[in-house]
Nanobody, 122 residues
């Protein structure tokens, strides 16, 4: 139901834009988030956005470099990433939170897309 795309290989300093498209149903009434994960580590919060896009929240590690946005008419959420760093490498996942919860907590999200791999070389 969620399809993430836009990952790939990048060099430090490059930009990438990830997309997360929903199909089958609309998620425009729910907050959404982006997380990332590297092997051996827990899934890490990257950014979250309220249902109408008026509120966003970011991990400190990406503040000022990443921007999350959504187009509810297209049922799509975006993650614009600039000034990429090697430590941004990971599999990026989008998720929907249909219940009351915290943007930062992965377990508060109940629908997940498959990940898209971002690899940033130095």
């Amino acid at each position: 139901q969620l399809q993430a795309s836009g990952g790939g290989l990048a060099q430090a300093g490059d930009s990438l834009r990830l997309s997360c498209a929903a199909s089958g149903r609309s998620f425009s009434n729910y907050p959404m988030g982006w997380f990332r994960q590297v092997p051996g580590k827990e899934r890490e919060f990257v950014g979250g956005i309220s249902r109408n896009g008026g509120f966003t929240k970011y991990a400190d590690s990406v503040k000022g470099r990443f921007t999350i946005s959504r187009d509810n008419a297209k049922n799509t959420v975006y993650l614009q990433m600039i000034s990429l760093k090697p430590e941004d490498t990971g599999v990026y996942y989008c998720a929907v939170r249909r219940t009351v919860g915290d943007y930062y907590v992965p377990n508060d999200y109940d629908i997940w897309g498959q990940g898209t791999l971002v690899t940033v070389s130095s």
